[in-house]
C-alpha cells in the first residue's frame, strides 16, 4: 500500500518540476541580451557623454534595451576595457597594437565603428578682446615657453583624451608644471574659465553645443576661440562645416569599441549610432558625421 500511495506523488512532484524548469529556462532566454534587447553598460570618453547620453535616450526608446553608461577619462577608460567585466567603450582613438593584442590572446578581435569627428574647442572669458589664437603659441606653452598672450591652459583631467591630443601634438610626454590647470570634467573647465580672466580652456566641442541644465547660462559667460593651424595664415572656429572641410586643426575622430566577442547590445549599439538615425543625432549635436543622412525632398506642381 505505502509504494502504490507514493508512486502519484512522485509523479506530481516530478510534473511540477519540469513545468518550473521550463518557465525558467524561457525566462532566461527571454531575458538573454541581444543585439536589440538587454542591458549592459557602455565605458565613454567622458569629453564625449553628451552626444553619447542622445544616442542612448533614442536606442531605449525604439528597443527594448537598457544602457547603463560610465564616463570616464580615457585612460580610466582602457584600464577598465582591459581589466575589468566592461567590453564596449567610446573613444576619440583606436585601440594600440598592445592593447589589441590583449584580446587577441583572449581569442577576441575588437570591432571598431567610426561614427564622427569631434573638435577640441579652446574657449576663453567672455571679456576677452581678441577671441584669435595661434596653434603655434599653445604648442609651445606646452613645452614650456612663455608666452605673453597666454596666462593659463585649463584641462578637464590629467588623464583625459584632450591632454593625451595635446602633448603628441606638442611632441611631449607630460604637461609642465608652470601655467597648467586640471580638473576632473568639462563642466568644470567651463565654470572656472568663465569665471577667471586670462584662461584658455581645453574642452570637448559638444559639451559647448549641447549643455545641461545650470550649465546652460555658464555657457554664454566663455568665448569660443579661433585657431590658426600650424602651417596656415587662417583662423578657423570648430563649426561643423570647417571640420568637414578639414581647415580646423583640432579635429579627431570617434569610435566605438566592442570587445563582447559576441551578438550582444554592442553591436546593435554600434549599427544604430552609424545608421541613418544615429547619423542625425551626431548632425544635430554639433559634431560631424561619418555620413550624411539623407533627405527626401517632395516637389509639387501646382
Known amino acids: 500500500m505505502k509504494k502504490t500511495a507514493i508512486i502519484p506523488y512522485f509523479i506530481i512532484f516530478s510534473l511540477f518540476a519540469f513545468l518550473f524548469a521550463c518557465k525558467k529556462a524561457e525566462g532566461s532566454k527571454e531575458n538573454k541580451e541581444t543585439i536589440l534587447k538587454g542591458s549592459t553598460t557602455i565605458l565613454v570618453d567622458e569629453t564625449l557623454k553628451p552626444v553619447i547620453e542622445d544616442q542612448i535616450a533614442v536606442f531605449e526608446s525604439v528597443y527594448p534595451a537598457k544602457?547603463?553608461?560610465?564616463?570616464?577619462?580615457?585612460?580610466?577608460?582602457?584600464?577598465?576595457?582591459?581589466?575589468?567585466?566592461?567590453?564596449?567603450?567610446?573613444?576619440?582613438?583606436?585601440?594600440?597594437?598592445?592593447?589589441?593584442?590583449?584580446?587577441?590572446?583572449?581569442?577576441?578581435?575588437?570591432?571598431?565603428?567610426?561614427?564622427?569627428?569631434?573638435?577640441?574647442?579652446?574657449?576663453?572669458?567672455?571679456?576677452?578682446?581678441?577671441?584669435?589664437?595661434?596653434?603655434?603659441?599653445?604648442?609651445?606653452?606646452?613645452?614650456?615657453?612663455?608666452?605673453?598672450?597666454?596666462?593659463?591652459?585649463?584641462?578637464?583631467?590629467?588623464?583625459?583624451?584632450?591632454?593625451r591630443y595635446m602633448n603628441e601634438l606638442a611632441g611631449v610626454s607630460k604637461l609642465p608644471e608652470k601655467g597648467i590647470f586640471s580638473f576632473k570634467t568639462n563642466e568644470e573647465v567651463i565654470k572656472y574659465v568663465s569665471e577667471n580672466e586670462g584662461m584658455i580652456g581645453i574642452v570637448g566641442l559638444n559639451w559647448l553645443y549641447q549643455p545641461s541644465g545650470i550649465m546652460k547660462d555658464i555657457v554664454k559667460k566663455i568665448k569660443v576661440l579661433s585657431v590658426k593651424s600650424t602651417t596656415g595664415n587662417q583662423f578657423y572656429a570648430p563649426s561643423q562645416n570647417n571640420i568637414a572641410e578639414g581647415t580646423y586643426p583640432l579635429a579627431r575622430d570617434l569610435y566605438i569599441i566592442n570587445c563582447q566577442g559576441s551578438s550582444g547590445l554592442g553591436m546593435g549599439f554600434a549599427s544604430f549610432v552609424a545608421g541613418d538615425r544615429g547619423q542625425r543625432i551626431i548632425l544635430k549635436s554639433g559634431l560631424l558625421p561619418v555620413r550624411t543622412p539623407s533627405r527626401l525632398l517632395q516637389i509639387k506642381k501646382n
Open 67 to 163: 544602457i547603463a553608461l560610465n564616463a570616464k577619462s580615457e585612460k580610466e577608460v582602457v584600464r577598465s576595457l582591459l581589466n575589468d567585466s566592461l567590453s564596449i567603450a567610446i573613444l576619440s582613438r583606436k585601440l594600440t597594437a598592445e592593447e589589441n593584442n590583449f584580446f587577441k590572446i583572449k581569442k577576441i578581435i575588437p570591432k571598431v565603428t567610426p561614427f564622427a569627428t569631434d573638435g577640441i574647442a579652446l574657449i576663453a572669458n567672455e571679456k576677452i578682446k581678441d577671441t584669435l589664437v595661434a596653434l603655434n603659441d599653445i604648442i609651445a606653452f606646452l613645452q614650456g615657453k612663455s608666452q605673453t598672450a597666454i596666462k593659463g591652459l585649463v584641462f578637464d583631467n590629467p588623464n583625459s583624451s584632450t591632454v
